[in-house]
């Protein structure tokens, strides 16, 4: 019961992930399946579920590809926590009315067993295959900040800022960027934003806007920690 994005049919779709020795191979519920070699993904990404309710593995791809006529550089792999804790309690009101406590005991427990199984999954790929290693956010790493209008939760990793719940997604890696600006930072605002720009001209500088200024001290050593 794993989803994919982008989406591999109907928004309902689920799906059987399987790690083979060269890459992966998602099954859907609906027989439709999609391989992914190890060798065409430039970045691993496990993000696990904390203060989210998301548990997701994510694929930067050296090479875009296509998949339902669009071409796509990020394959996501995840599992919704929240629903199942929902479907659980749904379960247990209908001998009981639980309280707040138990919902929120129920759902612990859900994020614990899901991490874990999530865990295992990307350890033993590690463990057969050397070559490959699995980012993961740090601990309260997490700001939010909008690009292209949305805003979304963004995260500091070992090697890379990125932001994997919400369309469009974002990987970026420092020792590929020419230049970092941090804008607006007026100690009379309360937010500053942020902008990337990659050595590759041909891209687009990604701008991070509405930063809350509480994280920027925290944003600038992690920054100053690549230069």
Same mark, same amino acid.
Request: charged content about 25%.
């Given at each position: 019961e794993v989803r994919m994005r982008p989406l591999i049919s109907?928004?309902?779709? /689920?799906?059987?992930? @399987?790690? !083979? %020795?060269?890459? !992966?191979?998602?099954?859907?519920n609906k027989s439709e399946s999609i391989k992914i070699l190890y060798s065409s993904v430039n970045h691993f990404i496990f993000q696990p579920c904390t203060d989210s309710t998301l548990i997701i593995i994510h694929l930067f791809l050296k090479k875009p590809i296509i998949i339902n006529k669009k071409s796509h550089q990020h394959i996501q792999f995840y599992k919704e926590v929240l629903s199942e804790s929902e479907h @659980?309690? +749904?379960?247990h009101k209908n001998k009981k009315i639980i309280d707040e406590a138990e919902e929120e005991r129920i759902e612990e427990e859900l994020k614990n067993h899901y991490n874990t199984m999530f865990i295992n =999954?990307?350890?033993?790929?590690?463990?057969?295959?050397?070559?490959?290693? !699995? +980012?993961?956010p740090f601990e309260e790493s997490s700001f939010y900040g909008s690009i292209t209008n949305n805003t979304? %939760? &963004? !995260?500091?990793?070992? %090697?890379? @800022? /990125?932001? &994997?719940t919400e369309h469009p997604f974002l990987v970026s890696f420092p020792n590929e960027l020419e230049l970092v600006a941090l804008e607006r930072t007026d100690v009379k605002l309360r937010n500053f +934003? &942020?902008? &990337?720009?990659?050595?590759? =001209?041909d891209l687009p500088p990604t701008i991070i806007s509405n930063i809350e200024r509480q994280n920027l001290q925290t944003i600038k050593s992690w920054f100053e920690y690549f230069y």
């Open positions: 109907g928004k309902k779709t /689920v799906g059987t992930l @399987i790690s !083979f %020795e060269n890459g !992966f191979k998602y099954m859907s @659980i309690g +749904d379960k =999954f990307i350890t033993k790929i590690q463990n057969k295959n050397s070559s490959i290693k !699995f +980012d993961s979304c %939760e &963004l !995260f500091l990793t070992p %090697e890379a @800022i /990125v932001s &994997l +934003d &942020l902008v &990337l720009i990659n050595r590759n =001209f």
